[in-house]
């Protein structure tokens, strides 16, 4: 079974330019998370999809982050503009469907991101 | 707000000795789980224990739960060198929640 995907592995960009992050969850998995995670810290959640619905995003600065899941499959997250505190790396996770029983989430290898 | 809260943030400890961390909660919750993750890599799940459980055991792995005091611990067993990492617990923000909040986790060392 292949893992969550994610792309690309390193990100180095200057304040209030833009990016963007890509992930492929496992196959089947209609449940999706963007974590970020400042060195030294657990993973925040940042948004949670489930298939291409939106479950919970109260931890999305929404005034510069975005993202979207269309299809219901592959999920891109978005900066933009970026500030340095946007350093961190980003983790992409996906779990089978609520109610499925199963509570694991499996995670890629996230992308690290430096604002300069 | 972060829910679960490791202790020690730092353990450093000897090949084939025992490591313990530890993980407080505040809400009720009906599992917990502990993840594992390794420097520059994502997490990796370790274990989950449900509210009904005690304790339970995966390889050299065994975590305990105590709902009364709202703490779980992770013991790793015979530590070798590729158990160096961070670990994490978690838990979901209500009971059967997805959605999980993560503690700063316990950076473990195990020097040979």
């Known amino acids: 079974e292949a893992g969550v995907a994610q792309s690309p592995r390193y990100k180095i960009i200057e304040k209030r330019q833009s990016v963007a992050f890509w992930c492929n969850p496992i196959?089947?998995?209609?449940?999706l998370y963007w974590y970020q995670q400042i060195l030294g810290q657990g993973p925040k959640l940042l948004i949670q999809?489930?298939?291409?619905?939106?479950?919970?995003d109260s931890q999305l600065p929404k005034d510069r982050f975005s993202a979207e899941r269309l299809k219901g499959v592959d999920s891109t997250l978005k900066i933009q503009p970026a500030k340095l505190e946007d350093s961190a790396v980003y983790l992409c996770?996906?779990?089978?469907?609520?109610?499925?029983?199963?509570?694991?989430?499996?995670f890629g290898p996230g992308t690290r991101l430096t604002v300069t | 707000s972060q829910q679960g809260e490791e202790d020690p943030q730092a353990l450093s400890i000897q090949e084939g000795e025992n490591a313990t961390m530890n993980c407080s909660y505040k809400?009720?919750?009906?599992?917990l789980q502990w993840y594992r993750q390794n420097s520059g890599r994502g997490l990796v799940h370790l274990i989950l224990?449900?509210?009904?459980?005690r304790e339970k055991h995966s390889g050299r792995l065994r975590v305990t739960l105590d709902t009364s005091k709202k703490s779980s611990s992770l013991l790793i067993t015979a530590s070798r060198a590729a158990d160096t990492a961070s670990y994490f617990c978690?838990?979901?923000?209500?009971?059967?929640?997805?959605?999980?909040?993560f503690g700063q986790g316990t950076r473990l060392t195990i020097n040979p």
């Open positions: 224990i449900r509210s009904n459980e």
């Open positions: 809400t009720s919750i009906n599992n």
């Open positions: 196959s089947g998995h209609a449940t």
């Open positions: 996770a996906s779990s089978p469907l609520r109610g499925s029983g199963s509570y694991e989430q499996y």
């Open positions: 999809f489930q298939n291409n619905g939106v479950v919970d």
């Open positions: 978690a838990t979901p923000t209500y009971q059967g929640a997805q959605k999980l909040v």
